[in-house]
């Protein structure tokens, strides 16, 4: 069971949730093309930083949320060959437009005239996936379809041991970050 | 409409006023994170962009196909578009940054980003033809993945799902290469 909110009131509180996710986008300085694209370039860690803290905050919440009957998941499928191949083109595009499609939204209000065009760009993108995707659900979808699986369940190692894992990589890592790769007009905050 | 100069308005190829309105990344994360415990518990539909942003896309086709032929499309029948929380989100995103943006007074038009035009040049078109094929790439693929760095990404591996983590090594990877590849050191000094 979810908190008792109607289906109504939750569908409207989306609209509060998205402008925070929103204001917390352009505050955490990744509605920024300099910042997302010096990322994959290891020159600023402000994406890392944002998203890698987000997972295990978010994750061990919801966590606790799921045990005690107040959410439940939504795993997306894995159909191995289209995440794969999904993920490599949306990393290439990512670098290329600069943004993602979250942030590319955020960006298009910050005054960026390129991530407004990119935007135009990603209705294309949908327009022409919609358009072939009854032969990509076909050919590409099927295979390795291993279904909504989640980590714990083919390894074993439980939920909260995944969290442990996933904090102490993020410890070492954040560390690493802020004592050895500080890069000067990398990372702006101090 | 203010010009961009990059030499005395900027830290590192970032706006002053953009710096200034920045908060400690490790609060935004915690700050999205406890915004998921919401999406989750109340809204029952975790934070994502591209679902919603490809339904929208079917106004773009409308025109070419008409509503029968978009109301015919496979894709488009299982996700029409409409006023769910999915598209509410879409919406709030773009409110949410615009007000953050006009209270921090960090607006500014920006046609060619620092990083690029070090790389290469300051042409506007060069930058908008990359941004309109960059924006093609990424959401095909998103799709084609089911999902974006914010629906796998952040909502996806919280779950520790299986897809999400392959999408965000993956996607993480293929980015690094591309970079690699648009931001290598001009061997033959071309302009």
Redesign the interface.
């Known amino acids: 069971m979810n908190f008792p909110v109607s289906a109504e009131a939750a569908r409207w509180l989306a609209l509060p949730v998205g402008i925070i996710f929103g204001v917390l986008l352009h505050r955490g300085g990744v509605a920024n093309y300099n910042v997302i694209v010096n990322q994959f370039r290891f020159k600023d860690f402000t994406v890392l930083k944002v998203m890698f803290t987000a997972i295990i905050v978010g994750g061990i919440g919801v966590l606790l949320l799921k045990s005690s009957g107040h959410a439940q998941y939504h795993i997306k499928p894995a159909n191995m060959l289209g995440v794969v191949l999904g993920a490599t083109l949306f990393g290439a595009g990512m670098v290329l437009y600069g943004y993602c499609p979250g942030t590319g939204v955020a960006a298009m209000a910050t005054g960026s005239l390129h991530a407004i065009v990119g935007f135009v760009g990603m209705l294309a993108g949908g327009v022409l996936y919609a358009l072939s995707f009854t032969w990509v659900e076909a050919h590409i979808q099927t295979v390795a379809a291993m279904g909504k699986v989640r980590l714990p369940d083919i390894t074993g190692v439980p939920d909260w041991g995944w969290f442990v894992i996933l904090a102490a990589i993020a410890a070492v890592v954040f560390w690493l970050i802020e004592t050895r790769f500080r890069t000067p007009g990398g990372d702006l905050q101090t | 409409m203010k010009e961009t100069n990059y030499s005395s308005k900027t830290?590192?190829?970032?706006d002053r006023a953009?710096?200034k309105?920045?908060?400690?990344?490790?609060i935004?994360?915690?700050?999205?994170?406890?915004?998921?415990?919401?999406?989750?518990?109340?809204?029952?539909?975790?934070?994502g962009?591209?679902t919603a942003?490809?339904?929208?896309?079917?106004?773009?086709?409308l025109p070419v196909m008409g509503s029968e032929g978009v109301a015919h499309?496979?894709?488009?029948a299982k996700n029409p578009l409409k006023?769910?929380?999915?598209m509410?989100?879409?919406?709030?995103?773009?409110?949410?940054?615009?007000?953050?943006?006009l209270v921090?007074h960090?607006?500014?038009?920006?046609?060619?980003?620092?990083?690029?035009q070090k790389q290469f040049g300051g042409s506007t078109a060069k930058?908008?033809v990359?941004?309109?094929?960059?924006?093609?790439?990424?959401?095909?693929?998103?799709?084609?993945?089911?999902?974006?760095?914010?629906?796998?990404?952040?909502?996806?591996?919280?779950?520790?799902?299986?897809?999400?983590?392959?999408?965000?090594l993956?996607?993480?990877?293929?980015?690094?290469?591309?970079?690699l590849i648009?931001?290598r050191k001009p061997a033959t000094a071309s302009k």
Request: aromatic share 14%; glycine share 14%; hydrophobic share 50%.
């Open positions: 830290i590192g190829g970032t953009e710096a309105a920045r908060w400690n990344p490790y935004v994360g915690i700050g999205i994170g406890v915004l998921s415990w919401i999406a989750f518990g109340v809204l029952d539909e975790p934070l962009i591209s942003l490809s339904s929208a896309s079917s106004v773009c086709a499309n496979a894709y488009w006023w769910n929380g999915g509410l989100l879409l919406m709030g995103t773009f409110i949410g940054s615009l007000l953050s943006v921090s960090s607006f500014r038009l920006e046609k060619v980003p620092a990083t690029w930058r908008f990359a941004a309109f094929l960059g924006g093609v790439i990424i959401m095909f693929g998103a799709r084609m993945a089911g999902g974006c760095t914010s629906g796998h990404g952040i909502s996806g591996s919280l779950q520790l799902a299986l897809s999400s983590w392959t999408f965000f993956t996607m993480f990877a293929s980015g690094v290469v591309t970079a648009l931001f």
